[in-house]
């Protein structure tokens, strides 16, 4: 991690579905040790990811879109993307109506992950983006899920 923030905005991947970003993803080996760096006093510790196998803690910069910083938990998918990648931006979690998850990600193209429950609710991921391209976690918008 440069500077000691995470700045760099995770770019698009092929068949990427449209929604509103509920976070951005920051992999870390080391969820503490960055949450220290980065002076967060106030960071939630919110349910862990099982389609990344990680724990999260929720940043949430005034007037920014909150960043889920991430650290594997197992050694699945997160570690495997730091072990290639390093420490950085890694995606995004991204609002979909559970209606509109399936039509929107097949007529993309897009495979996806069984529905789990994560940090912002019931999710599924993204399976079969380009080799390396960054993690999109779809979120069921549901009432009462996900505060803002």
Do not use: C, K
Not at 26 to 33: N, S
Not at 36 to 62: I, M, Q, S, Y
């Amino acid at each position: 991690m440069t500077g000691g923030e995470p700045e760099a905005e995770p770019g698009p991947i092929e068949s990427d579905p449209e929604g509103e970003v509920v976070a951005r993803i920051w992999a870390t080996v080391d969820l503490e040790r960055t949450l220290g760096a980065l002076g967060a006093t106030e960071a939630p510790h919110l349910p862990d990811d099982p389609h990344l196998g990680a724990r999260v803690a929720l940043l949430r910069p005034a007037g920014e879109t909150p960043v889920a910083i991430l650290e594997p938990s197992t050694e699945a998918r997160l570690a495997a993307w730091l072990a290639r990648h390093g420490e950085g931006p890694a995606g995004r979690y991204v609002i979909q109506a559970p209606d509109d998850i399936a039509p929107a990600t097949s007529a993309a193209g897009a495979t996806l992950s069984r529905p789990a429950d994560g940090p912002f609710g019931r999710s599924r991921l993204v399976l079969n983006g380009p080799p390396g391209a960054p993690f999109v976690v779809l979120v069921e918008r549901r009432p009462g899920t996900i505060g803002r």
